[in-house]
């Protein structure tokens, strides 16, 4: 069954320090996510990305983040200077198209000390 | 308005039992109503969805209703079972956007 897939599955960063997260969404969508989790807490919307661009971001996306698509395969989340509230578990998502199932990986857990 | 608001936080059933969970909203322009299932220190998994034009959709154990009058909706989780321990959230989005927004969640344990 196909998934989507994210590396790595726990990294833990210096306050300050550049983080990327990645995720290989599933090959047919089109459509891609990128969600966080504070412990205990809901799942928060961070940004959508379709046709090489970003359809959609939320509040909590700002300056400091960046997605990307470098390759055919892979879609990045990119931290530039963690602070510690960053820590969370960082979900990918993939559709085929909006407003449709939305398939999650299994999380990068990011520890900012 | 963005909000969906579910209910109850947590809820303790034994095995057998139907446990519902209930969530609301306020904003009409929702159209896309999924359950999700997550374990601990995994993805959530999308587990049954609903669009507004039906009333009620079943998947093996598990029910959605849905009442657009009163903008609810809910999860009924038909004959328990300890594997079905796990938190669950409720989701809306809306047709133009590909945003979920997500409930608070609720934590479900079931006991042999």
């Known amino acids: 069954e196909p998934e989507v897939t994210q590396t790595p599955s726990h990294q833990v960063t210096q306050m300050g320090q550049e983080v990327i997260l990645r995720c290989v969404p599933i090959?047919?969508?089109?459509?891609f996510y990128w969600y966080r989790q504070i412990l205990g807490q809901k799942v928060e919307f961070l940004v959508s990305?379709?046709?090489?661009?970003?359809?959609?971001k939320s509040e909590i996306f700002d300056d400091q983040f960046s997605v990307e698509r470098p390759d055919g395969s892979n879609f990045t989340l990119k931290i530039r200077s963690t602070k510690l509230e960053d820590s969370a578990m960082y979900f990918c998502?993939?559709?085929?198209?909006?407003?449709?199932?939305?398939?999650f990986g299994q999380g990068t857990r990011l520890t900012v000390v | 308005q963005q909000q969906v608001k579910q209910s109850p936080q947590s809820l303790i059933v034994q095995k057998g039992g139907i446990p519902i969970i209930n969530c609301a909203y306020e904003?009409?322009?929702?159209?896309?109503f999924p359950w999700y299932q997550q374990f601990p220190g995994k993805g959530p998994a999308l587990l049954i969805a609903?669009?507004?034009?039906?009333s009620e959709k079943k998947e093996g154990r598990f029910t959605i209703s849905f009442n657009k009058s009163a903008k609810q909706f809910s999860l009924h989780i038909m004959d328990s079972q300890p594997g079905d321990s796990a938190t669950y959230f409720c989701?809306?989005?809306?047709?133009?956007?590909?945003?979920?927004?997500f409930g608070t969640g609720t934590r479900l344990q079931v006991f042999p």
């Open positions: 090959s047919n969508h089109l459509y």
């Open positions: 904003n009409t322009a929702f159209d896309y």
């Open positions: 998502a993939s559709s085929v198209q909006e407003n449709t199932e939305a398939f």
């Open positions: 609903i669009r507004p034009d039906v």
């Open positions: 989701a809306a989005s809306i047709g133009n956007t590909d945003k979920l927004i």
């Open positions: 990305f379709y046709n090489n661009e970003i359809s959609e």
